[in-house]
C-alpha cells in the first residue's frame, strides 16, 4: 500500500502561486537560490539533531546538496542529506503558509506585475518558486532516523493540488525533481547553473555539489573515447562567510548572504561585521534590510538572529539578543560563549546572553549613525523603520541619549510632513536664549502644523517639532533631554520660552493680563466646572483661544489609547 492521497492547498498557496507565476517571470532564477537555501537549512537542522544522537546520520555525516540536471528529459534535480521530513511534514510545510498575517498581505496585491513583484518578494516565496519555471514538481524525502519505508513522495502540477503517496526511501534527506517548462529549458545547462550556484550559494558553508565528467586526451589533444570519469565536484565556496577575513569578502557576497539569511529578495541597506575576542568571544554579521517585511507589526512576526555555537546552526530567529526595538536587523550571531544544548529556555536564563545583547545592541546602533551619515540612504532607512526605532528610548533607558540623536521628526523648520529633522540639526538652530526643545503632538500632521499653540512660536522664528505618530506621544514621555536641552509640549503647563524675551515684552504682558482681569472673570464664570482656570496669553497671535494642558496630564493622542484599551 503506498497510501497515496491527493489534497488540495491552501487557499493562501494557491493565490501565491497564481500571483508568483505571473509576477516573478523576469526573476526566475530565484528558484535555485530558494531551493539551495532550503537544503542548507536542512543540512544545518540535521547536524543540530544529530549533537544528541548521532545515529540521526546514518552513517552520512558529510553533509551535502547535489545538484544534477538533464536536457533531454528538461529536468533539474537537488539532492540534500539533511534532516528530511515526514508525512505530516510535507503536508504543512508544502501545502500551507503557516505565518500570521498572510491573508492580509495577499489582499494587498494588485494584479499589477511589478509592485506585486516586489510585494511578493518582500514575503519571501520559498519552496514555492518552483512553480516559476517548473509544470511539475516531485519531492522525494525521509527524515532522519526514521525507518526506510517512511519515506514520502510529493508530486504536484502547481495547479491546486498534490498528491502525497509512502515510498521506501534508503536515504534520508530529500531530493526535488523539477521538470521545466518549455520556455525555461535554459535552467538544464552546466554552465547556467554553475553560475548560478556560485552566485547564491557561495557564501554557504555545506558544500553544493555538480557532477563533472572528465575525458583523458590522447598526444595530439584529442579526447580518448571510453575514457570519461565522471565525479562529483564542490562548486561553491563552501565557507561559512561570516568565518571568512572582512577584507576578503565583497559586498555582493555580503548582499547575497543577507537574502539567504533574511529571505528577502532586496539588497540590504548596510550590515556590520565584527569578530570579538576577550571576556565574550563572539561574530555577528548585522544587516539594516533595505524594507520592512510584510509583518513586522505581527506580534508574532519573525525577529532576531540566525544563532550559530562554535559554527554550529543552533536555531532562527533567536530573539533574544536584539531588544524589540531593533526587530527590523536581521543577521547571524557565531559564539563560544553558550553551550551546544543550548535550548531557547535556556537562553532566557544565561546572563551571557544580556552580556551579548547588549554588545549587539551597540553594534546596531552604531551600524545606524554610520548610515546616517548617507542622508538619502538614512531617509530610506527611516521613513520604513523610524517608527519601531521610536519605541527605543521607552524600551532601552540606557541607550536612550544614542538613539534620541538616530530620531528624525518634521518640524516648523520645513513644515513638511517628511520626517527629516534629527534633534542635533534643531540643537544647533536653537535661537539665542532658547533652552527647550519645543514639540506638539496631534492627530494628523496638519492639525499639528495648523496648531494655534504654534502662533507665538512662528512669531519670534522658534522651531517645533510636528510630531503625529501614534507612538509619538509615548515616545516624548521618554525622552527628557537631549544635548542638555529639555523637551517642552508646547500645548501645556505655562508657556516659557526662556530667555528668547526681553524684560519689556514679559512686562507688556503682565500688564495686558491684568488690564483683562475682569473678562477672565466673567469667562471663567461662564465656563464653570469645565476648566480648571483661565488665563490670559500670549501663545496665541491670531486665534482668540485655546485649550492647555496642565504640565502632567496625559496628552489627547495618550489618553485616547488608553480609552482604546479599555483604561
Ligand atoms: P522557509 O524556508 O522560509 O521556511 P520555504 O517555503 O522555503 O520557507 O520552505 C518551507 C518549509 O519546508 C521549510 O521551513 C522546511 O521546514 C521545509 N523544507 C523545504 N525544503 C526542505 C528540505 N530540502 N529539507 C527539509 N525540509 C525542507
Ligand atoms: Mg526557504
Given at each position: 500500500?503506498?497510501?497515496?492521497?491527493?489534497?488540495?492547498?491552501?487557499?493562501?498557496?494557491?493565490?501565491?502561486?497564481?500571483l508568483?507565476?505571473?509576477?516573478?517571470?523576469?526573476?526566475?532564477?530565484?528558484?535555485?537560490?530558494?531551493?539551495?537555501?532550503?537544503?542548507?537549512?536542512?543540512?544545518?537542522?540535521?547536524?543540530?539533531?544529530?549533537?544528541?544522537?548521532?545515529?540521526?546520520?546514518?552513517g552520512?555525516?558529510?553533509?551535502?546538496?547535489?545538484?544534477?540536471?538533464?536536457?533531454?528529459?528538461?529536468?533539474?534535480?537537488?539532492?540534500?542529506?539533511?534532516?528530511?521530513?515526514?508525512?505530516?511534514?510535507?503536508?504543512?510545510?508544502?501545502g500551507?503558509?503557516?505565518?500570521?498575517?498572510?491573508?492580509?498581505?495577499?489582499?494587498?496585491?494588485?494584479?499589477?506585475?511589478?509592485?506585486?513583484?516586489?510585494?511578493?518578494?518582500?514575503?519571501?516565496?520559498?519552496?514555492?518558486?518552483?512553480?516559476i519555471?517548473?509544470?511539475?514538481?516531485?519531492?522525494?524525502?525521509?527524515?532522519?532516523?526514521?525507518?526506510?519505508?517512511?519515506?514520502?513522495?510529493?508530486?504536484?502540477?502547481?495547479?491546486?493540488?498534490f498528491?502525497?503517496?509512502?515510498?521506501?526511501?534508503?536515504?534520508h534527506?530529500?531530493?526535488?525533481?523539477l521538470?521545466?517548462?518549455?520556455?525555461?529549458?535554459?535552467?538544464?545547462?552546466?554552465?547556467?547553473?554553475?553560475?548560478?550556484?556560485?552566485?547564491?550559494?557561495?557564501?554557504?558553508?555545506?558544500?553544493?555539489?555538480?557532477l563533472?565528467?572528465?575525458?583523458?586526451?590522447?598526444?595530439?589533444?584529442?579526447?580518448?573515447?571510453?575514457?570519461?570519469?565522471?565525479?562529483?565536484?564542490?562548486?561553491?565556496?563552501?565557507?561559512?562567510?561570516?568565518?571568512?577575513?572582512?577584507?576578503?569578502?565583497?559586498?555582493?557576497?555580503?548582499?547575497?548572504?543577507?537574502?539567504?539569511?533574511?529571505?528577502?529578495?532586496?539588497?540590504?541597506?548596510?550590515?556590520?561585521?565584527?569578530?570579538?575576542?576577550?571576556?565574550?568571544?563572539?561574530?555577528?554579521?548585522?544587516?539594516?534590510?533595505?524594507?520592512?517585511?510584510?509583518?513586522?507589526?505581527?506580534?508574532?512576526?519573525?525577529?532576531?538572529?540566525?544563532?550559530?555555537?562554535?559554527?554550529?546552526?543552533?536555531?532562527?530567529?533567536?530573539?533574544?539578543?536584539?531588544?524589540?526595538y531593533?526587530?527590523?536587523?536581521?543577521?547571524?550571531?557565531?559564539?563560544?560563549?553558550?553551550?551546544?544544548?543550548?535550548?531557547?529556555?535556556?537562553?532566557?536564563?544565561?546572563?551571557?546572553?544580556?552580556?551579548?545583547?547588549?554588545a549587539?545592541?551597540?553594534?546596531?546602533?552604531?551600524?545606524?549613525?554610520?548610515?546616517?551619515?548617507?542622508?538619502?540612504?538614512?531617509?530610506?532607512?527611516?521613513?520604513?523603520?523610524?517608527?519601531?526605532?521610536?519605541?527605543?528610548?521607552?524600551?532601552?533607558?540606557?541607550?536612550?541619549?544614542?538613539?534620541?540623536?538616530?530620531?528624525?521628526?518634521?518640524?516648523?523648520?520645513?513644515?513638511?510632513?517628511?520626517?527629516?529633522?534629527g534633534?542635533?540639526d534643531?540643537?544647533?538652530?536653537?535661537?539665542?536664549?532658547?533652552?527647550?526643545?519645543?514639540?506638539?503632538?496631534?492627530?494628523?500632521?496638519?492639525?499639528?502644523?495648523?496648531?494655534?499653540?504654534?502662533?507665538?512660536?512662528?512669531?519670534?522664528?522658534?522651531?517645533?517639532?510636528?510630531?503625529?505618530?501614534?507612538?509619538?506621544?509615548?515616545?516624548?514621555?521618554?525622552?527628557?533631554?537631549?544635548?542638555?536641552?529639555?523637551?517642552?509640549?508646547?500645548?501645556k503647563?505655562?508657556?516659557?520660552?526662556?530667555?528668547?524675551?526681553?524684560?519689556?515684552?514679559?512686562?507688556?504682558?503682565?500688564?495686558?493680563?491684568?488690564?483683562?482681569?475682569?473678562?477672565?472673570?466673567?469667562?471663567?464664570?461662564?465656563?464653570?466646572?469645565?476648566?480648571?482656570?483661565?488665563?490670559?496669553?500670549?501663545?496665541?497671535?491670531?486665534?482668540?483661544?485655546?485649550?492647555?494642558?496642565?504640565?502632567?496630564?496625559?496628552?489627547?493622542?495618550?489618553?485616547?489609547?488608553?480609552?482604546?484599551?479599555?483604561?
Open positions: 500500500t503506498t497510501h497515496e492521497e491527493t489534497l488540495g492547498f491552501q487557499t493562501e498557496v494557491k493565490q501565491l502561486l497564481n508568483m507565476i505571473n509576477s516573478l517571470y523576469s526573476n526566475r532564477e530565484i528558484f535555485l537560490r530558494e531551493l539551495i537555501s532550503n537544503a542548507a537549512d536542512a543540512c544545518d537542522k540535521l547536524r543540530y539533531a544529530a549533537l544528541d544522537n548521532d545515529g540521526l546520520y546514518e552520512d555525516s558529510e553533509l551535502r546538496v547535489e545538484i544534477e540536471h538533464d536536457a533531454d528529459a528538461g529536468t533539474v534535480t537537488l539532492r540534500d542529506n539533511g534532516i528530511g521530513m515526514n508525512r505530516d511534514d510535507v503536508i504543512a510545510n508544502l500551507t503558509i503557516a505565518r500570521s498575517g498572510t491573508a492580509e498581505f495577499l489582499q494587498q496585491l494588485s494584479g499589477e506585475q511589478q509592485k506585486d513583484a516586489k510585494l511578493i518578494g518582500q514575503f519571501g516565496v520559498g519552496f514555492y518558486s518552483s512553480f519555471v517548473a509544470d511539475e514538481v516531485t519531492v522525494r524525502t525521509r527524515k532522519a532516523g526514521d525507518d526506510v519505508a517512511a519515506g514520502v513522495e510529493w508530486r504536484s502540477k502547481g495547479e491546486g493540488e498528491t502525497i503517496a509512502d515510498i521506501e526511501s534508503p536515504q534527506g530529500t531530493e526535488i525533481v521538470k521545466l517548462k518549455d520556455d525555461a529549458q535554459e535552467f538544464a545547462d552546466d554552465f547556467r547553473l554553475q553560475n548560478l550556484v556560485r552566485k547564491y550559494s557561495d557564501h554557504i558553508e555545506v558544500p553544493v555539489r555538480m563533472k565528467t572528465e575525458t583523458a586526451k590522447d598526444d595530439d589533444g584529442n579526447p580518448i573515447e571510453g575514457s570519461e570519469v565522471t565525479t562529483w565536484e564542490t562548486v561553491n565556496e563552501a565557507t561559512a562567510l561570516w568565518v571568512r577575513p572582512k577584507s576578503d569578502i565583497s559586498d555582493d557576497e555580503y548582499k547575497a548572504f543577507y537574502k539567504h539569511v533574511a529571505h528577502d529578495f532586496s539588497d540590504p541597506l548596510t550590515w556590520s561585521h565584527n569578530k570579538v575576542e576577550g571576556k565574550l568571544e563572539y561574530t555577528s554579521l548585522l544587516y539594516v534590510p533595505g524594507r520592512a517585511p510584510f509583518d513586522m507589526f505581527e506580534r508574532d512576526g519573525a525577529r532576531g538572529v540566525k544563532l550559530y555555537v562554535q559554527r554550529v546552526f543552533i536555531m532562527d530567529d533567536a530573539e533574544q539578543f536584539l531588544p524589540l531593533l526587530r527590523f536587523i536581521k543577521g547571524v550571531l557565531d559564539t563560544r560563549d553558550l553551550s551546544l544544548n543550548v535550548s531557547r529556555e535556556l537562553l532566557q536564563q544565561d546572563p551571557k546572553v544580556d552580556k551579548i545583547k547588549s549587539l545592541t551597540k553594534r546596531g546602533l552604531d551600524m545606524l549613525k554610520k548610515l546616517a551619515k548617507d542622508t538619502e540612504q538614512y531617509q530610506t532607512f527611516w521613513n520604513t523603520f523610524g517608527s519601531v526605532l521610536k519605541e527605543g528610548p521607552g524600551e532601552d533607558a540606557a541607550n536612550r541619549e544614542k538613539i534620541a540623536g538616530l530620531l528624525r521628526f518634521a518640524s516648523t523648520h520645513t513644515d513638511t510632513a517628511a520626517q527629516e529633522q534633534l542635533a534643531y540643537v544647533e538652530r536653537m535661537k539665542e536664549g532658547q533652552q527647550k526643545i519645543y514639540y506638539v503632538v496631534a492627530d494628523s500632521f496638519n492639525a499639528a502644523k495648523h496648531s494655534p499653540h504654534l502662533e507665538i512660536f512662528r512669531k519670534k522664528g522658534i522651531e517645533v517639532l510636528l510630531l503625529s505618530d501614534r507612538i509619538d506621544e509615548w515616545l516624548m514621555s521618554h525622552l527628557t533631554e537631549f544635548e542638555g536641552k529639555s523637551f517642552a509640549d508646547v500645548a503647563g505655562e508657556l516659557d520660552l526662556g530667555d528668547v524675551e526681553d524684560e519689556a515684552e514679559k512686562k507688556e504682558q503682565e500688564e495686558t493680563a491684568k488690564a483683562k482681569e475682569s473678562l477672565v472673570k466673567r469667562v471663567k464664570e461662564a465656563l464653570g466646572d469645565g476648566v480648571q482656570d483661565v488665563k490670559v496669553t500670549h501663545r496665541l497671535t491670531d486665534s482668540p483661544a485655546c485649550v492647555v494642558l496642565p504640565e502632567h496630564e496625559m496628552g489627547y493622542q495618550m489618553r485616547r489609547i488608553m480609552e482604546a484599551a479599555g483604561q
